[in-house]
Structure formats: structure tokens, C-alpha cells
């Protein structure tokens, strides 16, 4: 699907000589070899990755070798244990993905709550390399002491199923985070593509006060614009979009407008620049889009030909993929969504959303987390000095954290993980 006529592959990172890490065949270097230091000592957050899907659904587990094995008519799994090392990841928020389908066909806490255990599961079988984390300073213990740590955020407010009691026990089982919508409004708040309300609800403004109280980040990716200026208006914590472009790069509904941009500045949130090329860049998603219009009906009748195959199914959608291929954009697309928002609100308002696992293909040459540090090298290119490259890759999303829990109250969990008492 990609085309990799430009590149190189280099084992970078010794620690994990089984994982091949992409190089630009015209890398400078020294400027190469500072990329690779300054990513290792770094702590990296990365604000939503999807792999709990497959987690659920296809029976994945992170230590296994995810080799051959593919998403849906898509790339072969971004994600897994060798890859997170890789990558030099520090923290994952592990994405507790419901479909808006839920709000017809029901069942969505039940959803939530198999891919929370899911998560806790990876964890517990590999205590070496993993543990559960909910805050900042456990973000950084982890970082001293080798360790990735799985964070989670709910991905469609759908799970709470309209109780703020639901939504107060998703924090003490370990949820940081929560996107109000997917795709399809709740009964409270409207989506990017799905306007209903006019913006929050009553209800819906209730949903993030108590989000603040405890300490839960307001995540304001796929939700409209309305939305976001009223989260803006309602929060006293720093909010984030978790994995969301900005629209003055590519005007599309699922990224953020400047006017909101500006407003990080008072708010202190962060917006995780997504990695998906569709939201990256308007050539890119035209031609996605005209693609998936010509291929549907093709599609459709491998579906059914293919009902009981599942692996023969994505291998018949790569091939007709790879027949009609399409203008991808490259990971500088990534610095370039980076830019504008250092440009607008500035560089503390910078973090990384990829949403591995998520998105059908990643920026050429991306294939997974392992390639990360092409970022890094690439916003060093750019002139981003050392101290703005860690804020970018983890220190900001630390700041945003840290400052919602010192504004949170009631049920809080303290940085060594215990049930700190509730306030009145």
C-alpha cells in the first residue's frame, strides 16, 4: 500500500534489535543520531491507540508477535509489545471503544467494561514491561523504572449511559479520560457529523462539571465545534482533544478550529495531534474517499464471499487496495498540524494522539509505533529546541494531567495508587 523507494531500515534502538525502525535514506546523521538520544531519554505519552479492539474482538494479546496479522482491509497491527519498547513509549492511553451503535443497540457499558479488563490483563501477564497507571507521577516512576504504563480513556460518552453514577465508577476502575461522542451524538452532547443539541445538553454540562470534580480529562476529539466552546466555557481543568488534527492545516470536521486553539492558552489543554494521513491531509482524504465510493460494491460481494474467512477477506481488500492506490501524505504532515498549533496557541498545547490501531494506514513510511521517531527527528529538523521536542512528546499531556488532578474533588487515587480519602 505504501511506497517505501525513498527509505531505510535501521535498527536504532539496540535494546530491541528485533524491531526495524524507519530511517529517511536522506537523514542528516548527526541530526539522525541526536533524534534517536533525545527520544530515548524523553517520556513519551501517547494519547489513544485502538489495539484493545483487536485485544477483544480477534483475542490479541501485546506479547504476542503481531506479524500477519491485519486490521480490516488495513495495515498489519501498529501495536505490540516489542513495538511499544521500540518506540520508546512511556505511556499509552489504551482506547475503551464503544460504537455510537450502541445508542440502538444497547450494551455499550457491557463493551466498555470487557475492554477495561482487557487491559488490565496485559498488564498482569507481563508485570516486567507493563503496569496500570492513572496519573503523572506513576507516568514518571515508570519511566525510572523501564516500565510502560497502560493508561485508559473512553472513546464515546455513550458508555456512561446517561448516569453520572456510571461515570464516577468508570474513574475508580482507572478511566482518565473521556471523549464525549464518536461519530454519533449522545443524548448530550453533539458529534462532529451528528449535531442534535446545539451543543451541551443541561445534562451534558452536568457530565463535565463532575468530569473536573474527579478528575477525569474532558476530551473534546470527534465532538462539533458548539461542543468544544462549551466544554471551554464549563471546564476549570485543562482540556484535550486525544487524537485530532487542526482544521487550519485540513479544514475537516474532525479537527480543531483556531478560534478553539486560541482559547487553549487560558484553558491550558493539549491537543494530541493524530497520525491518521485522511485528517492530516485534503488530498489525502479526497482520494480515500473517491476510492471507497469505487470500490464499495466490490467490496460488498467479497464480504459475502468471504463471510466465514476473515483473514482471507482483509487479504482480498489489500490486494484491490494495492490495484487502486491513492496519494498517502508522510509523517512530516504530522509536524506540519504541530506547527499551527505552536503558531496559534503555542508549544505547550503540543502532545501526540496517534490512534494506532484505528486509522486503516498510517503517515508513509509509518508502520507502527516503532517509527516514532521520526517525529521527533522531524520536529528537531524543523528548529524545535530539545525542551520543546519533551514537552511535545510527553510533558505537556504530564502538565494537563497533573493539573487536573490538583484541581479534582471527591474519590481521588494518589501516585502510589491507593484510594485517597473523599472531601466533603
Known amino acids: 500500500m505504501k511506497l517505501f523507494t525513498s527509505l531505510l531500515l535501521l535498527v536504532t534502538f539496540a535494546a530491541t534489535a528485533a524491531i526495524a525502525q524507519t530511517k529517511p535514506a536522506d537523514a542528516d546523521q548527526k541530526l539522525w543520531d541526536r533524534a534517536v538520544k533525545l527520544h530515548r531519554q524523553s517520556i513519551i505519552i501517547d494519547g489513544h491507540n485502538d489495539i484493545t479492539s483487536p485485544m ?66 496485559e498488564a498482569e501477564l507481563n508485570p516486567k514491561d507493563l503496569s496500570m497507571c492513572t496519573t503523572a507521577a506513576q507516568i514518571r516512576q515508570a519511566k525510572k523504572q523501564g516500565k510502560i504504563c497502560l493508561l485508559m480513556g473512553i472513546e ?39 449535531e442534535k443539541h446545539g451543543g451541551l445538553t443541561d445534562f451534558g454540562k452536568e457530565v463535565v462539571k463532575e468530569m473536573n470534580r474527579l478528575g477525569i480529562m474532558v476530551d473534546i476529539s470527534h465532538v462539533s465545534a458548539k461542543v468544544m466552546h462549551d466544554v471551554l466555557d ?23 478550529p483556531d478560534d478553539v486553539l486560541k482559547r487553549l492558552k487560558a ?24 476510492r471507497s465510493a469505487k470500490l464499495r460494491d466490490q467490496i460488498a460481494k467479497l464480504r459475502e464471499q468471504y463471510k466465514d474467512d476473515r483473514d482471507g477477506f482483509n487479504a482480498a481488500v489489500r490486494k484491490l487496495e494495492e490495484e487502486n492506490p491513492i496519494y498517502i501524505a508522510d509523517y512530516k504532515r504530522i509536524v506540519d498540524h504541530m506547527d499551527h498549533i505552536k503558531k496559534v496557541a503555542g508549544v505547550e498545547h503540543i502532545g501526540l494522539g496517534s490512534d494506532y490501531d484505528g486509522v486503516p494506514f498510517l503517515p508513509t513510511p509509518m508502520q507502527g509505533v516503532q517509527d516514532l521517531v ?33 484541581n479534582a474533588r471527591g474519590t481521588r487515587i494518589s501516585a502510589d495508587g491507593s484510594l485517597m480519602k473523599l472531601k466533603k
Open 56 to 121: 477483544v474482538d480477534q483475542d490479541f494479546n501485546l506479547a504476542d508477535d503481531s506479524t500477519g496479522r491485519y486490521q480490516i482491509g488495513g495495515d498489519p497491527y501498529h501495536t505490540d509489545l516489542k513495538k511499544l519498547k521500540a518506540g520508546g513509549m512511556t505511556g499509552e492511553f489504551m482506547s475503551i471503544y464503544v460504537s455510537g451503535s450502541s445508542m440502538t443497540t444497547g450494551g455499550a457499558m457491557r463493551r466498555a467494561m470487557d475492554m477495561i479488563d482487557a487491559t488490565y490483563r
Open 156 to 194: 464515546g460518552g455513550y458508555v456512561i449511559e446517561d448516569s453520572l453514577y456510571a461515570l464516577r465508577n468508570f474513574y475508580r476502575l482507572g478511566i482518565r479520560y473521556m471523549t464525549l461522542t464518536h461519530n454519533v451524538a449522545t443524548n448530550w452532547a453533539d458529534a462532529h457529523r451528528d
Open 234 to 256: 464549563l471546564s476549570k481543568s485543562p482540556i484535550i482533544a486525544s487524537h485530532s488534527g487542526v482544521r487550519g492545516v485540513n479544514d475537516h470536521t474532525r479537527n480543531v
Open 267 to 290: 484553558n491550558g489543554g493539549v491537543i494530541n495531534v493524530v497520525f491518521y494521513p485522511s485528517f492530516l491531509d485534503e488530498r489525502t482524504n479526497r482520494e480515500e474517499n473517491e
Open 374 to 406: 521520526l517525529v521527533t527527528y522531524e520536529m528537531l529538523r524543523r528548529g524545535y529546541s530539545d525542551k520543546e521536542v519533551k514537552m511535545v512528546l510527553g510533558e505537556n499531556m504530564l502538565r494537563a494531567m497533573e493539573q487536573n488532578e490538583k
